[in-house]
């Protein structure tokens, strides 16, 4: 386990205190999407999750996938997916996960589409978390570090070998109206196996910014949510200036959540082009969360 992990986690300890153990999470995050993503309650628990990321809304079940915000580090080919990972309850703010995936690409289709670098079959980048949720000024909040290591195939051929990031959640609930705020700050930092010329091309070495969220809860169940990455960034490997950046094109999405109980948490939703409006210039998506 990384360093830094090791010095949040006993920080963390030193600071919660034995009592901590008591608390319930619940009274600390309220919204449904964080608690899904946030995993079980209990001290061991497996947290897993389920996805299909399909074409456009012109060609849904096309097996090729628009790279709407030119972001490094992407597949950009239809695939079905699902991770799983064991959660370590240290107390009831903090926890440990380590979880490693499997994805299948162009289920649909007898072959990957021409042109994709990669195996059909993969492991999907095994992970390390720790994670710490806590409340100010009553926004519910979750801090993430991680580690990820890269198995995707095509993406390994590229160069790509690992990341480090770290991500603060937000969330603001404006009681009885149904509205909730919210904005998600990171940073991630990659590691790299390539250092040709060719390769840089397509590598990000680090990557930062904000992706703030609306949200409006129809009812217990049902919940409506829009977010964007109008302040996403990116450093390319290729670029003679570290501190040169290139903003990734504003893509916004419209989602469903729909809680079917505590911890089972589906979504559906579509992202768009914000510059330039288009069915072909769109990306569908479904994924399930899972905690037992």
Request: net charge positive; with cysteine; glycine share 8%.
């Amino acid at each position: 386990m990384p360093h830094l992990y090791l010095v949040v986690l006993l920080s963390c300890s030193a600071i919660l205190g034995p009592h901590a153990l008591a608390e319930d999470v619940d009274l600390i995050i309220t919204n449904s999407r964080m608690r899904a993503e946030t995993g079980a309650k209990t001290k061991f628990s497996v947290a897993s999750s389920l996805s299909y990321s399909a074409g456009s809304l012109r060609k849904p079940l096309s097996n090729e996938r628009p790279n709407l915000s030119a972001a490094k580090g992407t597949t950009d080919v239809s695939s079905l997916g699902g991770a799983v990972s064991l959660k370590y309850g240290l107390t009831a703010r903090s926890s440990l996960f380590a979880g490693v995936g499997l994805r299948w690409l162009s289920p649909l289709y007898g072959r990957t589409p021409p042109g994709y670098n990669g195996s059909k079959f993969d492991i999907d980048n095994p992970y390390f978390n720790f994670q710490y949720l806590y409340r100010w000024w009553d926004i519910q909040s979750a801090l993430t570090l991680n580690e990820t290591y890269y198995t995707n195939s095509n993406l390994v051929r590229a160069g790509w070998q690992s990341r480090k990031s770290i991500s603060q959640n937000n969330v603001y609930d404006f009681g009885s109206s149904g509205i909730t705020l919210g904005i998600n700050v990171y940073g991630n930092v990659g590691q790299f196996s390539d250092n040709s010329p060719e390769a840089k091309a397509g590598q990000s070495d680090y990557e930062f910014g904000s992706v703030p969220a609306l949200e409006y809860k129809m009812t217990d169940k049902l919940t409506l949510r829009s977010d964007s990455n109008l302040l996403s960034f990116q450093h390319l490997r290729s670029s003679r200036n570290p501190h040169t950046y290139e903003q990734q094109r504003w893509g916004q999405t419209l989602a469903v959540g729909i809680t079917a109980k505590r911890d089972v948490y589906l979504y559906p939703g579509i992202q768009w082009l914000v510059e330039d409006i288009r069915a072909d210039r769109t990306v569908l998506w479904l994924s399930a969360n899972i905690n037992l």
